[in-house]
DNA sequence: ATAATTACAACGACAGATAAAGTAATTACC
DNA sequence: GGTAATTACTTTATCTGTCGTTGTAATTAT
């Protein structure tokens, strides 16, 4: 296996473009780029659950966009965390402790 | 926190069940109340959750169901893993460790 | 008597993910 | 000079898993 499948994924889409949007504000290509450097190429996450999930995150006010100033090429549309998100963010991150343990206690046993 | 919301456990539900089945035969009702006990409260899945998973897992192929013996109550539906099942949660498992590791890349260092 | 528990099923609705297709500009290369 | 590849984003329709609601049916507790 070296690709993960976008079920195991789901639902950790919001917290992972949160997490890249913590080291500054980004656009749509370039946390494409990102994710899948990060992840060591396990998961090259599809172009339209990513920006599904900054229509998603802005509609929550998680996230803000607003237009580049680059006066080349095709128009970036920037996206910075608000503090809301920041919450959102920490909060998933205790969250996903949970999860790992809970998880954990049910099919820790079948690893060798 | 202390229940885990149905997001962060969507998609893992199959697995879940199937690694009580791991423990021999099971039913709903009694797979539901060991859940929650394993869980330690923290994922009390619903019931419509748990019925339709079966559902999906015998239509897989990685269940199969059979009525109980009892001559009380209302008539118990007993499932049972198959060899198939056991095949493909030894692969679900695999595949855990590695989301694992890859959400962990992602939000570790926000864990305190 | 009736409320609670055990045990399951059918239905419709919703949300996140995805495939497919398209728009538009820039850069690489032959 | 022409074409392909890359950068950058959008729209639409579809699929799947989960869940709220409701209902059935038997048993046990009060």
Redesign the interface.
Known sequence: ?EE??S??????ND??VL??L?DGDSYGYEISRCINE???G??PIKETTLYSTFSRLERSGFISAYVGSETFGKQRTYYTMTDTGRRY????????????D??G???DR??Q
């Open positions: 296996m993960l499948s079920d195991v994924m789901r639902g950790y917290v992972i997490s890249v913590a990060r992840s060591g396990r998961y963010l920490a909060g998933k991150c205790e969250e996903w402790q949970l999860a790992k809970v998880i206690s049910f099919i079948f690893i």
